[in-house]
């Protein structure tokens, strides 16, 4: 098994550009959810899922949107890019009764 | 603000001591998990802790969660330079994780 996987490993982006950050996972984990890291602020809590076709806001959604039309995927959409979301991103995933998270490696951005 | 307060957030020692990392809030949570995270990496799982006062063991890794639920504690005794990481307490509500900042731990040869 891959895990989660989260492509790209590296972006950077320019204001106001968009872009899709992929997130897949193969072990058919219902609840599935972003993360954003800055330094010195632990993971902030962006979007989650807890199963396909169904998404909710966490601490930090503004400026991005996601989707999940199938258990495997879980994209997250950043429509006009901002200096503000220079971030390490992370896809997780997990059990509905265990709630223990699998992480991905992460996406590292950068937008000038 | 965070939900969840960690304590020191940095921690440097010397190989074969002791550390302890506390993880403190004013709420209280169905269970609590600790994660340690290395640069470049994703945070991996190290523990789920699930009642109040229970202390589980893992080697050298001791975790203790606070009888009313709200606070836990990560002791490593004898550490090693491969404990060296980012060590991060998250607390569960419904569906989701609230993290801590982290400690950050560097065990020195």
């Known amino acids: 098994n891959a895990g989660v996987t989260q492509t790209p490993k590296f972006r950077i982006l320019k204001i106001g550009q968009s872009m899709t950050l992929q997130c897949t996972q193969d072990m058919n984990h219902n609840y599935m959810y972003w993360y954003r890291q800055d330094p010195g602020m632990g993971l902030k809590l962006i979007y989650y899922s807890v199963g396909a076709g169904i998404t909710d806001k966490g601490e930090v959604p503004n400026g991005y949107n996601v989707s999940r039309s199938t258990t495997e995927d879980f994209p997250l959409r950043l429509e006009l890019a901002a200096p503000s979301q220079t971030s390490v991103y992370f896809c997780a995933s997990s059990y509905p009764l265990s709630y223990e998270q699998y992480f991905g490696p992460g996406t590292r951005l950068t937008v000038t | 603000t965070q939900l969840l307060e960690q304590s020191p957030q940095f921690l440097s020692i010397q190989e074969g001591e002791n550390l302890t990392v506390y993880c403190n809030s004013s709420?209280?949570?169905?269970?609590l998990q600790w994660y340690r995270q290395e640069p470049g990496e994703g945070p991996v799982l190290l523990v789920t802790?699930?009642?109040?006062?229970e202390v589980k063991k893992l080697k050298r890794l001791t975790f203790q969660f606070g009888d009313a639920r709200k606070d836990s504690s990560l002791h490593i005794t004898a550490a090693q330079t491969g404990d060296t990481g980012l060590y991060l307490c998250a607390g569960r509500t419904d569906y989701k994780l609230s993290f801590g900042a982290g400690t950050t731990v560097t065990v020195r040869a």
């Open positions: 709420s209280v949570f169905s269970s």
């Open positions: 802790v699930v009642t109040g006062g």
